[in-house]
């Protein structure tokens, strides 16, 4: 494993680490404004109209969802959902950047009606929300500094080392992936956001970085670390049975909020039929293998 640990840089990294934890954006209009209905339980399809927007959830995670340098929301979800609440009445996406374990605690206390954050569906979430199908599939990888791909594959390989440390967000499917694979918590650095992730592996403090294949290779163009670290080949990682997963994702309303999320089904369906989907999705790096196919969310809640 090389020793030479890049340390951190400032360009185009600029553009990936403008939307700190705690942000708030708008996509296309004004600021975060106080939840109108936070304490009498999720609102109607009719609500959301009358009120003129829908509160999301994001997790500043490139190309899934992030705050651009012109502070604004911007990623392959919240675009989808912008798009989906026109369809339906809605007129904007009032977006907030928010630490990965807090996503689905403030949508079940109903401070945000959606998380746009590109969340994978597993059988554990779904006893906490109410999914909608998935909108993407995708395998896992690993940044790793340039020249240590072989060495560290995978999540496998950083238990098998022993004395390699790797970073992944706290509450993730990544966590959960490596600790199957036998990483021990020494061996693990956990953070709140994908930009933290990141500058922990610039600075030396890890040896390698667990997230999506999509997340990895955009955000090491946008931050320009091609030069210094590279993406591993992506892999389907395994649960704690030994069994393959089937990484898929997409966006989650609260348990009780099945009208609403049924309705935004119905417009993804359409989307996912007249190809909206894919046009909304390809500038953020989703290609072809993105696609969901015929997988379902009853088969990921299922799964395993």
Known sequence: MSKNRPHGRYGRRDLVRVGALGAAAVLGATSLTACSKADTGPMSLDDLRE????????????PFGFI??????????????REMAKELGIEEVRAESVAWDALIPGLNSGKY????AGMYITPERCEEVAFMEPDYKVEQALMVPK?????????????????????????????GYAEAAGVG???MELAGSATELLDLLENGRVDAVGLS???????MEQRGMEDDFEVTEGFIPKNEEGEDESPAGGFAFAKQNTEVRDEFNTVLAGFKE????????????????????DLTTEQLCAAG
Do not use: M
């Not at 829908?54 to 995670?61: K, L, M």
């Not at 240590?148 to 790797?166: R, S």
């Not at 294949?213 to 955000?219: A, D, G, I, K, V």
């Open 51 to 62: 009120q003129g927007y829908i509160r999301a959830a994001i997790n500043n995670e490139p």
């Open 68 to 81: 651009d340098e012109d502070g604004e929301v911007t990623g392959a979800a919240p675009e989808l959902l």
């Open 113 to 116: 009606d959606v998380v746009a």
């Open 147 to 175: 020249g240590d791909a072989e060495e560290l594959p995978d999540f496998a390989a950083v238990a098998e080392d022993g004395e390699a440390k790797i970073a992944v967000l706290n509450a993730s499917v990544e966590q």
């Open 185 to 187: 918590k020494d061996q």
């Open 213 to 219: 294949t999509f997340s990895l290779n955009y955000q």
């Open 274 to 293: 007249d190809g909206t989907l894919r046009e909304t999705v390809e500038p953020f790096g989703f290609d072809e293998s993105s696609d969901p196919g």
